[in-house]
T-cell receptor
Framework: RKEVEQDPGPFNVPEGATVAFNCTYS??????FFWYRQDCRKEPKLLMS???SGNEDGRFTAQLNRASQYISLLIRDSKLSDSATYLC?????????FGKGTRLHILP | DTAVSQTPKYLVTQMGNDKSIKCEQN?????MYWYKQDSKKFLKIMFS???????INETVPNRFSPKSPDKAHLNLHINSLELGDSAVYFC?????????????FGQGTRLTVV
């Protein structure tokens, strides 16, 4: 099993819709999890951190399921500006491991 | 007031050359990393340093040699560049090593080997 796995997409979603991504991880000892956003030709930027069951920030909700070893990101009322690649990341104590990213296209 | 800064932003060079990328963070963080993002956009960790000491070397060829003169700087020197080294190299930093820390990235160095 890969350390961090994500569906690469692309997800093509109409503006205003709700979209959700999942990410699975292999190290059951991991304690903190992150969603990063990466725009084309830019660096990854931290979107949300998840340390316990979940976290909400405006239209974005991240949830953690330790039993099944996955985290999810839910985007409500999607905007054109949400189009980007979303990277799941897992802290394995001495390194932060990234998934391959999920591409999201919001359609007008 | 860039938090993690890398130079140069773009680097085009011929096969066989040696080149260096510099990284500096002004966040006071203890831990720094080098990541490589290839053409398929996979962001893969290469090295991890904590307080100038090498912690992780993810089976990177020894043509790649990181150097950390102090905890605010982590440079990457690459010898005998190959076509497959073409990628975007990101420097990142974290407040500390540990289970509850996130990474903050520089803007990346786009290396093209011709």
């Amino acid at each position: 099993r890969k350390e961090v796995e994500q569906d690469p997409g692309p997800f093509n979603v109409p503006e205003g819709a709700t979209v959700a991504f999942n990410c699975t991880y292999s190290n059951s000892a991991s304690q903190s999890f992150f969603w990063y956003r990466q725009d084309c030709r830019k660096e990854p930027k931290l979107l949300m951190s998840v340390y316990s069951s979940g976290n909400e920030d405006g239209r974005f909700t991240a949830q953690l399921n330790r039993a099944s070893q996955y985290i999810s990101l839910l985007i409500r009322d999607s905007k054109l500006s949400d189009s980007a690649t979303y990277l799941c990341a897992v802290n394995n104590y001495d390194k932060i491991i990234f998934g391959k990213g999920t591409r999201l296209h919001i359609l007008p | 007031d860039t938090a993690v800064s890398q130079t140069p932003k773009y680097l085009v060079t011929q096969m066989g050359n040696d080149k260096s990328i510099k990284c500096e963070q002004n966040l006071g963080h203890d831990t720094m990393y080098w990541y490589k993002q290839d053409s398929k956009k996979f962001l893969k960790i290469m090295f991890s340093y904590n307080n100038k000491e090498l912690i992780i070397n993810e089976t990177v060829p020894n043509r790649f040699s990181p150097k950390s003169p102090d905890k605010a700087h982590l440079n990457l020197h690459i010898n005998s560049l190959e076509l497959g080294d073409s990628a975007v190299y990101f420097c990142a930093s974290s407040p500390e090593e540990g289970w509850f820390t996130e990474a903050f990235f520089g803007q990346g160095t786009r290396l093209t080997v011709v």
